[in-house]
């Protein structure tokens, strides 16, 4: 089994990426994408990709303890620095320490700063009354408000905080993957995370997603640390169902996604892994936490998201179609476009379009995630071929349930509403490189080949949606 990520696969990476970056803006030369964004692609994607391998090679010789040592220090520097710089650039390109098009952002920081008015002023009250019951939006604003009033308000320091909960996720992954596939993959996995550009994107960002990804992966971590360990108590049980009830108030599938995985782990996971006098505690205990989070306000949240499900979809498409700049061809978008590429999209924003400053800057992670699908796909294949999916059925369970609720959802294409799943798809990318041979390199290539005409075809489809072809 490999234990690194070979150049084979990088070095094709990068030239593909320099290729159809190239080739699409010479195909479509009305459109030709900015200097600046050519810039940050060519970063993103020569950055994961050459220290990837540079990387899980060089550190491979560590002590566990060295090399979570390591991992931390540097995911914490590349994050910090990132912030330092995207601090300044907003500041430059928009004239505030907000992203581009930062309307949530800007909402979030509006109401954290009215949250710390009402502490100073005795009581939260009003917010309740204000929110009404409204639970899968609240979580990152009260928190938010909670440390703007120990910070005094501080954007700066809020995003400081982010680059610290990055990198831990980066440390918690290691540990997960490590319990779950091995040293080897769990190194891979942790290197993943701490170079994949769009989780360090966020760092730099005012809205949520650090923080969910940061509970997303704890939660799953401490599920299966609760599922695999030996010992069980209270104490390793109570922390996995705080951390399954905190999601719900961040987004309401999410947490009822969490308690699935759970769920369904405990009903079929292999008895080699789990007990049967142990899963059956452990299935009582779940069953009453579900009970309780699926109650009252929760169950009427997630009834109504999937109830409304299709028509959220069919409204975000008219939008998309309708708006100014809008895409005429989003019509023919949907859950049966989006599904079989869910493990692959979005694509990269590689051609100039307008109002898509945020895509742009990030075309280079996408694409990483394009390449990424293909050992992904791979491990599953290999799970699902070698009859081992009980084996892995948390991580796994956990990705595709999540996957196919994104693709029923109004927010399939939305790169931001991949984040929570993106360190599991890491992981078992990761996962898919160990188990690459010689006889499987040759559908890298055909990989390569798809990813290049999808490309293509997503920089015509958004410029011609938009009449400028």
């Keep these: 089994m490999l234990n690194f990520f ?104 509006e109401e954290a700063v009215w949250i710390v008015q009402m502490i100073n002023g005795g009581g939260l009250q009003p917010y309740f009354d204000y929110i009404r019951g409204r639970y899968s939006d609240m979580g990152y604003s009260f928190y938010l408000g909670w440390q703007y009033w120990i910070t005094g308000n501080s954007i700066f320091i809020a995003r ?91 987004r309401t599938v999410l947490g009822a996604t969490a308690l699935f995985a759970l769920f369904t782990t405990l009903m079929f996971t292999s008895t080699k892994v789990l007990g049967v006098g142990k899963r059956i505690v452990l299935v009582m205990w779940v069953v009453v936490a579900v009970a309780y989070f699926m109650g009252g306000t929760v169950a009427n949240e997630i009834e109504s998201v999937w109830q409304s499900r299709k028509a959220n979809q069919e409204t975000s498409l008219d939008f998309r179609e309708n708006r100014i700049g809008g895409n005429k061809l989003s019509k023919y978008a949907g859950a049966a476009v989006f599904a079989p590429m869910i493990f692959v999209i979005p694509f990269p924003t590689i051609v100039e379009t307008p109002n898509q400053q945020n895509m742009k800057m990030i075309n280079g992670g996408n694409y990483v995630k394009n390449i990424m699908a293909f050992f992904v796909i791979f491990a599953f294949y290999w799970v699902i071929k070698n009859k081992k999916w009980r084996d892995y ?69 958004k410029l011609a949606g938009r009449g400028l072809v």
């Design 6 to 109: 070979p150049k084979y696969f990088t070095s094709k990476a990068i030239t593909l990426y320099l290729v159809v970056l190239v080739l699409c803006n010479i195909l479509f030369l009305n459109s030709f994408l900015s200097p600046l964004w050519w810039a940050f692609g060519i970063v993103e994607v020569i950055g994961f990709f050459y220290f990837s391998n540079q990387l899980t090679r060089n550190w491979s010789n560590y002590s566990p303890k060295k090399f979570g040592k390591k991992l931390f220090q540097t995911a914490l520097i590349i994050r910090i620095c990132w912030v330092i710089f995207s601090y300044f650039f907003y500041q430059i390109m928009t004239g505030s320490p907000f992203e581009f098009d930062a309307g949530d952002a800007k909402g979030y920081h």
């Design 393 to 461: 059925l948390l991580i796994g369970s956990f990705t595709v349930g999540y996957l196919i609720v994104l693709a029923m959802s109004a927010f399939a294409q939305s790169e931001r509403f991949h984040q929570p799943i993106l360190p599991f798809i890491l992981i078992m990318s990761a996962f898919g490189i160990s188990l690459i041979s010689n006889k499987e390199k040759k559908y890298f290539t055909w990989w390569m080949a798809l990813i290049f005409v999808a490309i293509v075809a997503w920089s015509w489809f």
């Design 160 to 250: 400081l905080l982010k680059a610290l909960y990055g990198a831990f996720t980066c440390v918690l992954v290691y540990r997960l993957a490590g319990r779950s596939f091995g040293e080897d993959v769990a190194r891979m996995a942790a290197i993943f995370c701490m170079l994949m550009p769009n989780l360090i994107l966020y760092t730099g960002l005012h809205t949520k997603e650090v923080e969910m990804v940061l509970l997303t992966v704890w939660f799953v971590e401490r599920a299966d640390a609760l599922i695999r360990g030996k010992k069980f108590s209270l104490n390793t049980l109570w922390p996995t169902l705080l951390l399954a009830g905190s999601l719900f108030f961040f």
